[in-house]
């Protein structure tokens, strides 16, 4: 355990003790929520893309957003700017 400080640039250094413990090296991605009933921030590390993707999917899933159809729509997009570069 440690404690920080949040710099002018909203910046904290996640004490080394805690990196060890967690395994966290620079590079890693971790993944930053709050828990309003516990007034918490939480940091969890991010092992895989398949945590990320799920996580996203997640909060869109909640918003009724429908990913199938922004798939198609960007892959029609990416097809009609990679045909006019190739012309």
Not at 32 to 48: A, G, W
Request: hydrophobic share 40%; proline share 3%; glycine share 4%.
């Amino acid at each position: 355990m440690g404690f920080v400080t949040v710099n002018q640039k909203a910046l904290v250094v996640i004490p080394k003790p805690v990196r060890d413990k967690c395994g966290i090296e620079p590079g890693d991605r971790l993944k930053v929520t709050y828990d309003e009933k516990d007034d918490t921030v939480i940091m969890k590390k991010i092992r895989d893309v398949k945590e990320i993707s799920a996580s996203v999917f997640g909060m869109w899933k909640d918003n009724k957003f429908d990913f199938d159809n922004v798939r198609l729509s960007t892959d029609d997009r990416i097809k009609k700017l990679l045909a006019n570069k190739l012309q």
